[in-house]
């Protein structure tokens, strides 16, 4: 511990630290280096920077820069301060970047870290272990491996693919599948997302789950690059936008659904044996699906500017046929209700319209997208939910940004918005959305986690714009909500979804230890082709496993099920598609949750 405390000491020159603080600290860092077979440990101190960086993790301190052991300055662009360690920990990258955990000690603030390992953590700011792996803070609030979350949520949707699977697949238990789509319409519409736990491409969905993703990686992009997911994430977009721009034929045709909803859900197939009919569906000038034809064009511009930079072309093609989308949803309205066999639309078509306008702004800048939001934000409406029928808080969402950056018209829209946050936040005086006993905000019984995980996501997004414009809060009655309680209530969502509610489960398969086992998914709940090459047939496949007790034999790593009930209750059963059915919107929305959340936690894998 000797050559360690020299280590720190030496370049402090004549800063003098008590003892036993100097003891204490040492101790920790010895017992880090002795855990992680650490190499170096490098101590950073530097004088306290003008603002609080408490819980933020970056590259440099825009303000002053940081002394390192070595004694040397550095002076990086960014406005978070950073720490680093070499190390020779086999499953990390050669910089670990976790919390940083700040002490203000004469007139100096002693900055150090702590490393995240598969049972064990040591910090020095009050935090404690659980018997399940979990880290308390100080608050009581448990946190967890946010990384590995979203890691395993952008894994699922490899588990999804429709098509051609490519070469760097890594769902091995998943195989080629439905090759042929469109053939017999002579379009070719392979490829796409099973957008639940069937072997149906619904269009509709699918265009929502992809302008989730295309949100998060616009928003979160450092951060998600930061644990080295970007480019996961990026394929995960193109693979649902590169459907979609298959299913836009024509500047007024759009294929919104491949495959026989009734006829596929009356067997239990894997995607790679299914036989039923792969029949297409599609909207047109004649026959209108005003709500399909926006999200398409919303989720194609929202993907346009995650590719902007890194693949121009492509960027272009995706807004261009945007554009084209929306021109057609527009110019002929007319209601998915009176097209769709399934996902119909219960809410109308004006908040796509304003969804896929708000995305066209930002992704083109031009200035009648915004006039069209303007005109016709009397669609506006205050709502409490954000899902795959109702987009009208994410369009306020994305306009409230434009209200504060100037555009004082959108006053109506912004007010909506801070409906939506007053409808879900506990202790607000218009509350509307109740919470089960272990805290779940609770919209519906069936599938309600796809509300848990987008409201979550819209809260994340809604602070961190008032933060970027200064503004202090959201007034709802007699209550008033900091960005900062905004976050740590959307904290609660996560966490309960990941471990921390009366079950004691994650439910995201994979992640913990106890998890749900008999997943509502035809390809998870069947052996593996690769492994089990024999066709299982749609009765062979109800009677040997629907039918069946026994857990899964694909794990579906990442997968979010629909969740409890609204007594914290999960029944782990196949047959109970409300519950343990997942989708891909309800894990979009969790991708950009669980990424609101990287580096500003300490982080640990849970047993």
């Not at 979609?244 to 859900?265: E, R, W």
């Not at 272990?438 to 409201?455: I, V």
């Not at 309680?485 to 609660?492: L, N, S």
Request: with cysteine.
């Amino acid at each position: 511990m000797a050559e360690l405390a020299n280590q720190v000491v030496k370049p402090l020159g004549t800063r003098r630290f008590p003892p036993d603080l100097l003891f204490v600290t040492v101790a920790l860092l010895e017992s880090l280096r002795d855990l992680t077979k650490l190499q170096k440990i490098r101590l950073f101190l530097g004088k306290p920077p003008k603002r609080n960086i408490v819980n933020h993790v970056g590259v440099g301190d825009e303000e002053g820069g940081v002394t390192n052991t070595e004694n040397k300055h550095k002076r990086l662009k960014g406005d978070m301060e950073y720490m680093c360690l070499v190390h020779e920990h086999p499953y990390q990258a050669p910089c670990i970047r976790i919390e940083l955990v700040e002490s203000y000690i004469m007139g100096y603030n002693l900055v150090f870290i702590g490393v995240f390992l598969w049972s064990a953590m040591v910090s020095h700011n009050g935090l404690a272990m659980m018997d399940d792996g979990k880290l308390l803070s100080s608050s009581g609030s448990p946190n967890y491996d946010y990384a590995d979350a979203l890691d395993k949520a952008i894994l699922f949707f490899e588990g999804q693919r429709s098509g051609k699977l490519p070469s760097n697949q890594r769902v091995k238990w998943r195989g080629d599948s439905a090759l042929s789509d469109g053939k017999l319409q002579n379009v070719d519409l392979v490829g796409g997302y099973y957008d639940a736990g069937d072997n149906v491409k619904f269009g509709w969905p699918m265009a929502f789950a992809t302008s989730l993703l295309s949100w998060a990686a616009v928003e979160y992009e450092s951060e998600i690059s930061s644990v080295n997911q970007l480019g996961y994430l990026q394929s995960a977009i193109r693979w649902g936008a590169d459907f979609i721009l298959k299913a836009h034929t024509s500047p007024t045709t759009l294929y919104t659904q491949v495959g026989d909803g009734n006829a596929d859900h009356s067997c239990w197939e894997r995607p790679e044996d299914m036989d039923t009919p792969r029949t297409v569906y599609k909207i047109d000038a004649n026959s209108p699906g005003t709500e399909a034809a926006a999200e398409s064009a919303a989720a194609l511009s929202a993907a346009s500017i995650v590719f902007k930079k890194m693949d121009p072309k492509y960027s272009s093609t995706l807004l261009s046929h945007s554009k084209s989308l929306f021109d057609f949803a527009d110019k002929n309205r007319g209601s998915y209700s009176g097209s769709c066999p399934f996902y119909c639309s219960y809410s109308g078509y004006q908040d796509e319209l304003l969804w896929a306008a708000s995305w066209l702004y930002k992704a083109s800048g031009e200035s009648k997208y915004l006039s069209y939001t303007i005109g016709n934000q009397g669609w506006s409406q205050a709502v409490s939910e954000f899902s795959w029928d109702n987009k009208f808080v994410g369009a306020q969402t994305l306009l409230t940004e434009e209200f504060y950056g100037g555009k004082k018209d959108l006053a109506k829209i912004k007010s909506d918005a801070e409906s939506f946050v007053c409808a879900v936040m506990p202790g607000s005086s218009s509350q509307q959305i109740k919470r089960t006993p272990g805290g779940l905000l609770f919209t519906r019984d069936s599938s309600n986690l796809q509300y848990a995980t987008s409201s979550t996501m819209v809260l994340f997004i809604f602070s961190k714009i008032l933060d970027r414009n200064h503004i202090n809060g959201v007034n709802c009655g007699s209550a008033h909500f900091t960005p900062s309680q905004i976050r740590g209530f959307a904290k609660t969502q996560v966490d309960y979804i990941l471990g921390n509610n009366p079950m004691k489960m994650s439910y995201m398969v994979g992640f913990g230890s106890k998890y749900p086992k008999q997943l509502h998914h035809r390809a998870s709940s069947i052996p593996s082709i690769k492994l089990h090459q024999a066709k299982v047939g749609c009765n062979d496949g109800f009677s040997d496993y629907y039918n069946s007790a026994n857990p899964n034999p694909n794990t579906h790593v990442g997968a979010i099920v629909g969740g409890p009930d609204s007594n914290d209750h999960f029944n782990d059963a196949r047959s109970d598609y409300s519950h343990s059915e997942p989708t891909t919107y309800m894990n979009a929305a969790f991708v950009a949750s669980v990424s609101a959340l990287l580096g500003k936690t300490l982080q640990i894998k849970p047993n």
